[in-house]
């Protein structure tokens, strides 16, 4: 499984990627091998101001449909249209070119409160 160090994590296994007040977000290497084959990424939230925990779209495998969830509050101001034409990028490249969206964050302090890469990895067993 891999965790990469520079990222920060959450419990709903969604890694963020923090760089000033933009934070790209992406699903974990391990949440997409526990999903499976990604077929669908529905994203419709662009542009919204969402708060930590709000559902900002859906992942959708072979065999089930998975709400993604806000690690932190924020705009959303980027979604990943490749995904549209290339969901298997989130099987592929997690961390990478499967990224799913970007957002602006409002509150800076929520970013304490995400896990680093021991705490996920002691999170899934790994």
């Known amino acids: 499984m891999n965790t990469p160090e520079n990222l920060k994590y959450t ?14 977000i992406g699903i974990t290497d391990f949440a997409q091998s526990e999903l499976g084959d990604i077929v669908y990424v529905e994203v419709e939230t ?11 779209g859906t992942v959708e495998a072979v065999k089930t449909v998975s709400d993604l969830f ?3 509050s924020g705009e959303i101001i980027e979604f990943n249209e490749t995904l549209e034409g290339e969901p298997e990028l989130v099987n592929t490249d997690p961390f990478g070119d499967g990224w799913m969206i ?11 409160d995400l896990l680093d ?8 067993g790994a």
């Not at 419990?11 to 790209?24: L, N, R, S, Y």
């Not at 957002?103 to 800076?108: A, C, G, H, L």
């Open 70 to 72: 806000l690690p932190l």
């Open 11 to 24: 419990k709903d296994h969604e890694w963020v990627k923090i760089e000033g007040d933009i934070a790209t």
């Open 117 to 124: 890469a021991a705490a996920y990895k002691e999170l899934i």
């Open 46 to 56: 662009v542009d919204e101001t969402l708060e930590r925990e709000e559902v900002f």
């Open 102 to 112: 970007k957002m602006k964050i409002s509150d800076q302090d929520q970013i304490n």
